[in-house]
């Protein structure tokens, strides 16, 4: 699978983001200059770290494989779109919809939904991966990738291994006009102390295979309006988008977790208060999980 090409790119990883698309079409092109490199895909030299969570250009698509088809196929596999589509206001959503069949965005659209997914201040300060994912990546394809869940804020564990997930020491400050592969990076990382076990861990791996059904599923939600008039008509209650230090009073459903998952949050950001973008979607979904224990379980009812 590693040698064969999806048009001018190598064939995509499961859950591999765009930008790591990108960095092993370098190693394959053996072109040494990234601002080359940059330029050749994307026809200008353009800020990459975005491209960890968004999808290719339509315009792009268009230029590498002529035709629009295959774009749904980066929109919906390999950006983490499907993940805030349903925290994103109806007219925000109707035009990530919108993009996925063809139609182009405006750079002042493009703009305004990434702010509210949280581009680029809500994600983590560096890339992120899962220990074993790379060790299968190596044994099976002899190279491994940048996966979207690791980079997600609030991914604290792998939800296949449940192991916890790893800092690589790059960060999008690194990669901002860089093409730097996995396998280099791991190939320079320490391994790291065994670290002892965490109360938590259910909880962790819980709310990560959250993240993952939504990376995976998320468009099947319409809109931000939607999940809450839903929420409401099921449980006769207002969907709760704060964490417990957002209350003056404990509420009674208050747990520590919600205290370390916050902490962490902004450890991993390297922020003194988790971005208002981060701070809707973690806690929506922690609500939505109070009442129905996943995700998946709140979209079959």
Request: glycine share 6%; with cysteine.
């Amino acid at each position: 699978m590693s040698g064969q090409q999806f048009g001018i790119l190598p064939v995509p990883y499961p859950d591999e983001n765009c930008y790591s698309i990108m960095c092993r079409f370098a190693v394959r092109h053996g072109q040494t200059s990234n601002i080359q490199i940059i330029h050749e895909l994307l026809g200008n030299i353009t800020p990459l770290d975005s491209y960890v969570f968004k999808p290719f250009r339509l315009r792009d698509i268009r230029r590498w494989y002529g035709t629009d088809e295959i774009h749904v196929h980066y929109v919906e596999k390999f950006s983490c779109y499907p993940f805030y589509n349903m925290f994103l206001r109806p007219t925000f959503a109707a035009k990530v919809k919108e993009s996925v069949i063809g139609t182009s965005m405006t750079v002042g659209q493009a703009k305004q939904i990434n702010r509210e997914c949280g581009f680029s201040q809500g994600h983590k300060k560096s890339l992120w991966y899962c220990p074993e994912c790379v060790r299968e990546d190596v044994l099976l394809h002899g190279e491994t990738c940048w996966r979207r869940l690791p980079q997600m804020p609030g991914a604290v564990y792998c939800p296949i291994h449940e192991v916890k997930l790893r800092e690589s020491g790059v960060s999008f400050r690194d990669i901002k006009y860089n093409l730097i592969p996995a396998n280099y990076a791991m190939n320079h990382i320490p391994e790291p102390d065994p670290e002892p076990g965490n109360v938590y861990s259910d909880r962790y791996i819980s709310l990560a295979k959250d993240i993952a059904w939504l990376l995976d599923k998320g468009f099947q939600f319409s809109d931000s309006e939607w999940v809450k008039r839903s929420y409401f008509e099921i449980t006769g209650s207002h969907l709760t988008t704060s964490f417990i230090f957002d209350f003056f009073t404990i509420p009674e459903w208050a747990d520590h977790f919600e205290e370390y998952l916050a902490a962490k949050i902004m450890k991993d950001c390297g922020k003194e208060r988790i971005h208002w973008t981060i701070r809707k979607q973690i806690a929506t979904i922690l609500c939505i999980k109070r009442k129905f224990g996943t995700v998946e379980k709140f979209y079959s009812s």
